[in-house]
């Protein structure tokens, strides 16, 4: 089976930096499209950032030029630089992963288990 499992997250103050991290393991054939989405209380779940396999990048506005998304093609893993933090980007980060696993081979989106950012003012 699949996981993805995410690290990094904390409290910081505004101005800040974080680094996410998330790593897919299992029984992986192949991954597409990796990311980082966000929720906070009350709200819908929303992209942050996007990176597919040959790393073309897309930014949800709200964090443009702020944070940075990369990944690891060899090592399954993708990350999320996040410089000048605000209190708006308190919310729980997940990652995301388009992955085509050996058992099925059929591509699937799977999702970590979230971790909390919380940034104070």
């Known amino acids: 089976q699949v996981q993805l499992v995410e690290s990094g997250g904390g409290l910081v103050q505004a101005g800040g930096s974080l680094r996410l991290s998330c790593a897919a393991s299992?029984?992986?054939?192949?991954?597409?499209?990796m990311g980082w989405y966000r929720q906070a209380p009350g709200n819908q779940r929303e992209l942050v950032a996007a990176?597919?396999?040959?790393?073309?990048?897309n930014y949800a506005d709200s964090v443009k030029g702020r944070f940075t998304i990369s990944r690891d093609n060899a090592k399954n893993t993708v990350s999320l630089q996040m410089n000048s933090l605000k209190p708006e980007d308190t919310a729980v980060y997940y990652c995301?992963?388009?992955?085509?696993?050996?058992?099925?081979?059929?591509?699937?989106?799977?999702w970590g288990q979230g971790t909390q950012v919380t940034v104070s003012s």
């Open positions: 299992g029984s992986i054939f192949s991954i597409n499209r």
């Open positions: 995301n992963a388009d992955i085509r696993a050996w058992r099925t081979f059929q591509w699937s989106d799977y």
């Open positions: 990176i597919t396999t040959g790393g073309s990048t």
